[in-house]
């Protein structure tokens, strides 16, 4: 399994983007998919998880902001960002967990800054 993760850039505080991380294989019916961030000098923390369902779940951070989703037929997983913020500022990574496995994508960076 493959995930490559892509759609970063720098945006201006306010701004949008969406994040999209393709699959090399149909997995989203059987595979618990996350986003995570690493800030620098920070460790690696969640953002979102959708499950089959699709079920939703947000971090703090994320919640009312951010949207999880994913297209089945595309074997593509998204995340919609509204409103960033600096300290949105960080490389975001693309997951896929199950009992087969775990698998991260290579990492897109995001910047948010003036």
């Known amino acids: 399994v493959q995930l490559q993760a892509y759609g970063g850039g720098w945006v201006q505080p306010g701004g949008s983007l969406r994040l999209s991380c393709a699959a090399s294989k149909r997995m989203f019916s059987t595979y618990t998919m996350r986003w995570y961030r690493q800030a620098p000098g920070k460790e690696r923390e969640w953002v979102a998880t959708i499950y089959s369902g699709p079920r939703t779940n947000y971090a703090d951070s994320a919640k009312g902001r951010f949207t999880i989703s994913a297209d089945n037929a595309k074997n593509t997983l998204y995340l919609q960002m509204n409103s960033l913020k600096a300290e949105d500022t960080a490389v975001y990574y693309c997951?896929?967990?199950?009992?087969?496995?775990?698998?991260w994508g290579q990492g897109t960076q995001v910047t948010v800054s003036s």
């Open positions: 997951y896929a967990g199950s009992h087969w496995g775990e698998y």
